[in-house]
Nanobody
Framework: VQLVESGGGLVQAGGSLRLSCAAS????????MDWFRQAPGKEREFVAG????????SYADSAKGRFTISRDNAKNTVYLQMNSLRPEDTAVYYC????????????WGQGTQVTVSS
């Protein structure tokens, strides 16, 4: 199983990035998918989540109104559209998959760096 994130980079405050997480080796539609992030010296934190069918989403307060999570089960990919980026959004962003009926994340990606300059 692999989760491979992409789309990170350096962007100015107020800019946008779209992160992707491509999954392979698993039945993607059986997994709820979430995005987390970890800034230097801080704990990893939840950013956004999407249900298996993509019909339900949830967001951390810091992401509401600026970030949008979505998924394409035909492409085994989950996305995080990030708009109005702030310097405090600077972090390594990870995707993670939770199998239906379980409470723990089964798979994590390796992360992609997002750096927002002021």
């Amino acid at each position: 199983v692999q989760l491979v994130e992409s789309g990170g980079g350096l962007v100015q405050a107020g800019g946008s990035l779209r992160l992707s997480c491509a999954a392979s080796g698993l039945t993607f539609s059986l997994y709820g998918m979430d995005w987390f992030r970890q800034a230097p010296g801080k704990e990893r934190e939840f950013v956004a989540g999407v249900s298996r069918a993509g019909d339900s989403t949830s967001y951390a307060d810091s992401a509401k109104g600026r970030f949008t999570i979505s998924r394409d089960n035909a492409k085994n990919t989950v996305y995080l559209q990030m708009n109005s980026l702030r310097p405090e959004d600077t972090a390594v962003y990870y995707c993670a998959g939770k199998l239906v009926g379980t409470s723990q994340y089964a798979w994590w990606g390796q992360g992609t760096q997002v750096t927002v300059s002021s």
